[in-house]
């Protein structure tokens, strides 16, 4: 179907302001991530730092548990009343979850209640990126035409990516405005005050985004689901009507989750605590890798448009099943801030050959009247068992003098997925999506 050149307008217009709302979302659930290096003695004042990493990193973890919810309650929603409508109320919940950990006393003032606040803070923001992923996925595949649908849907995780860059890039700036004292202060606020203002932004972009048509399609097809309740039974019924796409889901996520949570939250924290880079030059190496790797997020995508979808996957797979013990091992040894910051673009190269193309992968395998919450709930599951337990279990392992276990748990899981991508079919050949 050929797209005039109005609607064509449209489209990208709506697809940029879906993309930035996902960047301002993502640098709110990072920038607890970049900052709990300076914020851990407020929250947590007793233990060496690996300990107070270790009780922020828990509640980074207890964040993702709520993911399920949040992919269920606003998947159901978007599949309901609309891909615009949901990805309204997320990024309002976001923007909740950074007000509260910005104006949240510390433990010397408040005893208890800080970490308790911080906790429900994570807790709304994790119901928020539960129900952003599955939602912004559905909706960038469907507003992309089939014929670059990869790459399109690639910004997904090229802004996810960008908005983690954005909290660093934040970092780097008061690193260099502010002293440690006055970041492990107050500094650490900052960020998420930038974050909550941003959110509002997000919002009028996302106020003024066309409904896909695949969604309209539907409800016109069947009016009667807009006023379907959110009951669990009704939405799982339909939901497992598509066992083996729920499946695909699990599989192809396990090893793409904790090989990018691995290389991009983590990393920062290892490249600290294990190889021995200051602060500062922890967040600089990070910083320039990430900024490398969101070229690889159209490139990627764009091949899959040319060659198909397994292919790429196959790349992360082998490449993360046989590079990341001797990758992890070589960063942690490694002594020259240049020599670091390659070995990290290089991880994320490989990694890239998942978070490219997994949105649009996982919006293919589903019809349009369950494709947000298909794509969501899944992977909000793996994510939280995989993903969000990552750093917990590196910084664990540590702790405990075994921390090569970890190389080699990532390279199981990687694995996994990777005989999942061998036997699924190619998505391109075999979309569930219009081929608009």
Known sequence: MTTSPPAAISRLRSILS??????????????????????????????????QLLNTAAIFAVGFLMRPLGAWLLGAYADRHGRRAALLLSVQLMAGGSVLIAATPGYQTIGVAAPALLLLARLLQGLSVGGEYGTSATYLSEMAGARHRGFWSSFQYLTLMGGQLV?????????????????????????????ALAALGALYLRSHMGETAAFEQQKLADPASQHRKPGLPDQMRLLMQHPKAVLS???????????????????????????GFSKEQATLISFVAMAV??????????????????????????????????????????????????????????????????????????????????????????????????????????????????YW????????????????????????????
């Open 249 to 275: 889901v699990v599989g192809l996520t396990m090893g793409g989750t904790l090989a990018f949570y691995t290389f991009t939250t983590y990393a920062q924290k290892f490249l600290v605590n294990t190889t």
């Open 409 to 436: 748990y990532v390279t199981a899981c990687a694995l996994l997925s990777l005989l999942v991508y061998w036997r699924m079919p190619d998505t391109k050949q075999h979309s569930r999506m219009a081929a608009d």
């Open 293 to 406: 790797a969101l070229f690889f997020q159209p490139l990627l995508g764009a091949v899959s448009d040319k060659i198909g979808r397994r292919p790429v996957l196959l790349f992360f797979g082998i490449g993360a099943t046989l590079g990341t013990v001797p990758l992890l091992r070589m960063l942690a040894t490694t002594q020259a801030p240049g020599t670091a910051t390659g070995l990290l673009i290089l991880a994320l190269f490989v990694v890239s050959g998942y978070t490219s193309i997994n949105a649009v992968v996982k919006a293919e395998l589903f019809p349009t009247e369950i494709r947000a919450l298909g794509v969501g709930l899944p992977f909000a599951l793996t994510v939280a068992i995989f993903g969000g337990t990552a750093e917990y279990l590196a910084l664990f392992a540590k702790e405990q003098g075994v921390e090569e276990w970890f």
């Open 18 to 51: 879906g993309s930035i709302g996902n960047l301002v979302e993502w640098y709110d659930w990072y920038a607890y991530s970049a900052f709990a290096l300076y914020f851990a003695p407020v929250f947590f004042p007793k233990g060496d730092a690996t300990a």
């Open 167 to 195: 909290a660093l890039l934040v970092q780097l700036g008061l690193q260099q405005l502010l002293s440690t004292a006055q970041l492990e202060a107050w500094g650490w606020r900052v960020p998420f005050v930038i974050g």
